[in-house]
């Protein structure tokens, strides 16, 4: 999404404060220990356990295949985090020197999760839906879907791209991961708004839509009343202000929401 500049998620417009209001921040581990200078331990996946896609490494010291999450086989965990799923890319630290104006010469660095495996109960494909309609947009003009496996996932997005004023669908691969907030401390304000760190390792066409491989965006990851409805606002530019720039609703395919069932648009 960092690489987007106007973000992966603007395709259409979204009032982020109405959208805060009505969903509520998913919480991974004890938060509360946020502000102790978290310690971590590790996990280690071992070999004879599920494919790559199910959260299966190898135990020699390599690392999933290119294009999948690029992470060790040894995942290391906040203190207080949610118990490890078994599913998606193990983390283990990442250190990230965001390229924007605002930020130059500032570096993040994150080096346990909170939440390893992804979200409980954030699984299977989420479409983009806009204002508590699930017609709209209009998939002849814009569409995605976003497909969780564990923390692992594939955004699929098509519309016009304005760069080529040409018609271009992209799919884009990646794992996200829930930070100690310490880590923004000093460096970002309203630190625990962002739960999620969103990183991109692998993007079809290159360039597609600006996505570039390596992009990562701090992301709030809400809810609505239950996990088939999320909400995504994401910070394209790391703000020091804390804000996210781009903001879309999801949900879950084969699921109802106001009435209304929610389909995939590529079908």
């Not at 998606?88 to 390893?116: A, E, H, I, Q, Y």
């Not at 999320?230 to 703000?239: E, T």
């Not at 996210?244 to 929401?257: D, E, I, P």
Request: net charge negative; charged share 15%.
């Amino acid at each position: 999404m960092e690489a987007l500049e106007a973000g992966m998620w603007t395709g259409v417009e979204y009032s982020t404060m109405r959208r805060f209001n009505a969903y509520q921040k998913v919480l991974v581990g004890l938060l509360v220990v946020w502000m102790c200078g978290c310690t971590k331990t590790t996990v280690t996946h071992y070999n004879g356990g599920p494919n790559p896609l199910d959260g299966g490494t190898s135990s020699d010291g390599g690392t999933l295949p290119p294009g999948f999450c690029n992470q060790a086989v040894e995942e290391s965990l906040c203190e207080g985090a949610s118990a490890p799923t078994g599913t998606g890319c193990p983390f283990s630290s990442l250190s990230v020197k965001p390229n924007t104006p605002k930020r130059s010469g500032v570096t993040f660095n994150f080096d346990c999760t909170l939440c390893p495996g992804g979200i409980p109960g954030i699984e299977g494909t989420y479409r983009l839906y806009e204002d508590d309609n699930l017609t709209q947009p209009n998939p002849s003009e814009y569409r995605e879907t976003i497909t969780f496996s564990g923390n692992h996932f594939v955004d699929v997005l098509e519309a016009m791209d304005p760069a080529t004023n040409k018609t271009v669908k992209v799919t884009a691969k990646g794992y996200y991961f829930c930070p100690d907030p310490s880590a923004f401390q000093g460096k970002m304000k309203s630190v625990t708004y962002f739960n999620t760190v969103w990183v991109y390792t692998d993007v079809d066409p290159i360039g597609g839509f600006g996505i570039e491989p390596g992009a990562t965006d701090p992301t709030f990851f809400g809810t609505g009343l239950s996990n088939n409805d999320i909400y995504l606002d994401a910070n394209l530019y790391w703000d020091p202000n804390g804000s996210g720039q781009s903001s879309a609703q999801y949900c879950k395919v084969g699921s109802t929401l106001f009435k209304q069932e929610c389909t995939n648009p590529f079908n």
